[in-house]
């Protein structure tokens, strides 16, 4: 019934010579030369903890495998949906400010986005509804129609001279997904026929849905896909473009499946397939280092971290009692928080900081508080 979709940077260009410009490793290395440094890789891997760093209370979370109800904003904020609310959490201070309330028009929050600058945020209701606010001002920019059912994903494009979001687009139950430009007068500007919800970044688009296809678009040619991977055999909700090889997608299958699958959206060829023995909910990169993490469903309940492109598990992560449905990663790119039906939200400081000339490996700061309510 519902599907995700993800922008990507770049100007789409299918020149299959550009693939091989982008090997993960750039160094010829004879084999003594990697098997000393995989050996001292070995002795110098990162130890992560298994005890969340911070957990707060999400009251009326929903365990909604077709939502996306969690994210954490460019300027240290992280919005979360309650019901027909949207609270935003300051993770410098621990302080909480509702934003949004949609009590009074019976409405429901279906999922958050923010904008790449961190001052706007999206939000999508059971309506169909998409509203723009500014999260800053504390105020309702606009609201936008073109959908006849929830909106359930949402995602915005940035400018590649970083000069802010451009476009949004929303994916519905209605099937549709639209494409929007916020500063414009019309409520879309154009609408794929084809999966229900979106999600992610510039411009390529990847959507994925309960017909367990994973489609890629040319949002500026978007009458078809271009490319259609049709291996998974569940639903497609788990996607996530690496930000270290370009066009390299991850996707997620559903129950059924259980497989994360890695596809090259330049040649339109899938690269690897992994078995992870559990619903996969959703995956995201770190920014930092070449490593992907998952969130899992039934029947674990678990959040793994793996080392790209080998696959190998760097950790395993307990604590949730319901699937893990939602993830965001942190700006710093250190952290990630995790959402579940179990109305807890947790923190997991699961990768480097970045890297500063003089400094070790950092990490989001919180204040002392271990726990907190946010309502």
């Not at 693939?19 to 490793?25: E, P, R």
């Not at 696959?311 to 995790?338: C, E, N, Q, W």
Request: glycine content about 10%; overall charge positive.
């Amino acid at each position: 019934m519902h599907s995700n979709a993800l922008y990507r940077n770049g100007s789409g260009n299918r020149d299959f010579s550009v693939v091989n410009a982008f090997n993960l490793s750039p160094v010829s290395l004879t084999s003594n030369q990697r098997s000393t440094l995989g050996s001292y890789a070995d002795k110098r891997q990162r130890k992560i903890s298994k005890v969340p760093c911070k957990v707060l209370d999400a009251p009326s979370l929903q365990d909604d495998f077709y939502l996306n109800l969690v994210d954490w904003g460019p300027q240290n904020m992280l919005a979360v949906g309650l019901g027909s609310t949207v609270y935003l959490w300051y993770a410098s201070t621990s302080q909480v400010t509702k934003l949004v309330d949609l009590s009074s028009t019976d409405d429901g929050v279906t999922s958050v986005a923010w904008s790449d600058g961190g001052r706007h945020l999206a939000v999508g209701t059971t309506r169909g509804e998409v509203q723009l606010w500014d999260a800053c001002a504390e105020k309702l920019v606009r609201t936008m129609n073109g959908h006849s059912a929830r909106v359930g994903a949402l995602a915005w494009k940035g400018t590649t001279g970083g000069g802010g979001s451009t476009l949004l687009a929303s994916g519905s139950r209605d099937r549709l997904i639209c494409l929007r430009d916020p500063r414009s007068d019309q409520s879309f500007e154009a609408r794929l026929c084809a999966h229900k919800q979106s999600y992610g970044e510039r411009s390529m688009l990847a959507s994925g849905g309960n017909d367990n296809k994973l489609l890629v678009w040319d949002i500026k040619k978007h009458t078809q896909p271009f490319h259609t991977f049709a291996e998974h055999t569940a639903a497609v909700k788990a996607i996530a473009w690496s930000p270290h090889q370009h066009g390299i997608l991850a996707s997620g299958g559903g129950t059924a499946d259980r497989c994360i699958r890695f596809s090259n959206c330049l040649s339109g060829q899938g690269i690897n397939c992994i078995d992870t023995g559990s619903q996969v909910c959703n995956l995201a990169w770190s920014k930092n280092c070449n490593e992907i993490v998952s969130t899992h469903g039934y029947s674990l309940n678990q959040i793994v971290v793996w080392k790209y492109p080998t696959m190998t598990k760097m950790a395993t992560l307990t604590g949730h009692t319901f699937r893990v449905l939602y993830l965001s990663v942190s700006p710093d790119g250190s952290t990630i928080v995790t959402g579940a039906g179990d109305e807890t939200l947790r923190f997991w400081q699961v990768f480097p900081g970045p890297q500063k000339e003089g400094s070790s490996d950092g990490g989001l700061l919180f204040p002392s508080l271990t726990g907190s309510v946010i309502r």
